[in-house]
């Protein structure tokens, strides 16, 4: 028997919470279908009024539980491991885990004055370097990248890594970029923002910056005339430390079917509190307390140890916009943003049939992938 049916679960879906009815899958295809023909080759879940979500999607992890994704000990050996590394995270699915749906490149086309806790020596120029000389053969990898658009070649470089033969979205962050600066890159082909307010220019009701694009439509400033291009995405952190839950709030409330929700979490995420050494991008060493990670004997912060399912809780406390529709902030907004929203991030008829299972808080108490589920809380 293949097809399941999930009964009595109310339904995340599209930002609304949709009262129970049976959602049937298939556990061998690892899609949701129609009902079949035959009721009695159905076998029933009974999720007993729980709530049924999408699985959840990370758009920027560093690493976790003690592992840094770019962790190197020299050049030679950086060198070495980006070309052992990059092919492994071409999208890909594991046994009972989540799937990988390739890299996201944080650098090293960044504004040293906007570095956060990335390492200014390792940041460069798009004119001063070609996208195969930097990443190597494995751009295929790459499924999306971050730079800072005022950067010298920064337009051409987005409108080449947009289009054929790369195909890599282009997100905006680490940068000093006016709002006009801004709206060139997304014109010439750039979608996103990089957890906004952080590692930007501050909003200013008269300079807003990139963080006032969260707001804005594509269009010329000088003509007043519409293109083609959407609204962009925005990413936030919401883990109370990066962003004040006033201003999660207020950017969320900008544009709820635009923003998305990620952790930007470090090594230290999973860790008791204490003091950790640094990495290849971190020279000092690492102050865990809680959520907040920052540079020994300094405030600036370095990544977040909150999980995405807390970031999902916190926005749907914080604003008062409901479960549901902060779900869809950690789904369907990651889907469609990525250009994979026709097969995951939605709960809906041939989908993938990745889910979570939440209780009335939103505590995360099942994961399903491909119809299978492969964790449950004890």
């Known amino acids: 028997m293949t097809i399941l049916a999930f009964t009595n679960a109310r339904i995340c879906r599209h930002g609304a919470l949709f009262p129970p009815s049976p959602l049937y899958f298939d556990n061998v295809e690892g899609?949701?279908?129609?009902?079949?023909?035959?009721?009695?080759?159905?076998?029933?879940?009974?999720?007993?009024?729980?709530?049924?979500?999408?699985?959840?999607?990370?758009?920027?992890?560093?690493?976790?539980?003690?592992?840094?994704?770019?962790?190197?000990?020299?050049?030679?050996?950086?060198?070495?491991?980006?070309?052992?590394?990059?092919?492994?995270?071409?999208?890909?699915?594991?046994?009972?885990?989540a799937a990988l749906l390739g890299a996201h490149c944080e650098g090293p086309f960044l504004n040293p004055s906007k570095k956060g806790a990335h390492d200014a020596s390792l940041?460069?120029?798009?004119?001063?370097s070609s996208v195969s000389a930097t990443y190597g053969p494995s751009t295929a990898s790459i499924k999306l990248l971050t730079l800072a658009p005022e950067l010298p070649s920064s337009t051409a470089l987005t409108t080449a890594l947009t289009q054929p033969p790369y195909n890599i979205r282009v997100s905006l962050g680490?940068?000093?970029?006016?709002?006009?600066?801004?709206?060139?890159?997304?014109?010439?082909?750039?979608?996103?923002?990089?957890?906004?307010?952080?590692?930007?220019?501050?909003?200013?009701?008269?300079?807003?910056?990139?963080?006032?694009?969260?707001?804005?439509?594509?269009?010329?400033?000088?003509?007043?005339k519409e293109e083609t291009n959407p609204p962009c995405y925005y990413s936030l952190i919401a883990d109370g430390i990066h962003l004040h839950p006033a201003t999660l709030t207020l950017a969320f409330r900008a544009d709820p079917t635009r923003?998305?929700?990620?952790?930007?979490?470090?090594?230290?995420?999973?860790?008791?509190?204490?003091?950790?050494?640094?990495?290849?991008?971190?020279?000092?060493?690492?102050?865990?307390?809680?959520?907040?990670?920052?540079?020994?004997?300094?405030?600036?912060l370095i990544g977040s140890c909150c999980g995405i399912?807390?970031?999902?809780?916190?926005?749907?406390?914080?604003?008062?916009?409901?479960?549901?529709?902060?779900?869809?902030?950690?789904?369907?907004?990651?889907?469609?943003?990525?250009?994979?929203?026709?097969?995951?991030?939605?709960?809906?008829?041939g989908r993938k049939a990745d889910f979570v299972v939440l209780g009335e808080g939103g505590e995360v108490e099942e994961t399903w992938v491909e119809g299978k589920r492969v964790w449950e809380k004890a």
Not at 319 to 339: F, I, W, Y
């Open 31 to 97: 899609l949701i279908v129609v009902p079949p023909s035959d009721p009695t080759e159905v076998e029933t879940i009974d999720l007993q009024n729980r709530i049924l979500a999408p699985a959840f999607l990370e758009l920027q992890t560093n690493g976790c539980v003690g592992v840094h994704f770019t962790n190197h000990h020299s050049d030679e050996e950086y060198v070495e491991n980006l070309e052992k590394v990059l092919p492994l995270l071409k999208p890909r699915t594991f046994n009972n885990g």
């Open 123 to 128: 940041m460069l120029n798009p004119s001063e």
């Open 174 to 224: 680490h940068s000093t970029a006016s709002y006009a600066t801004g709206l060139s890159a997304l014109q010439a082909g750039a979608t996103c923002l990089t957890h906004v307010f952080n590692a930007m220019e501050p909003l200013h009701h008269r300079n807003p910056g990139l963080a006032g694009l969260i707001a804005s439509s594509s269009y010329s400033e000088e003509e007043k």
């Open 259 to 300: 923003c998305i929700l990620i952790t930007d979490s470090i090594e230290v995420a999973g860790l008791p509190d204490g003091l950790y050494p640094g990495n290849a991008q971190v020279a000092h060493p690492q102050r865990k307390a809680g959520n907040r990670v920052t540079v020994e004997g300094t405030e600036t």
């Open 309 to 349: 399912d807390d970031c999902v809780r916190n926005l749907a406390r914080w604003s008062g916009c409901g479960l549901a529709a902060a779900v869809r902030c950690a789904t369907e907004n990651v889907a469609g943003m990525m250009g994979v929203e026709r097969e995951r991030g939605v709960v809906e008829v």
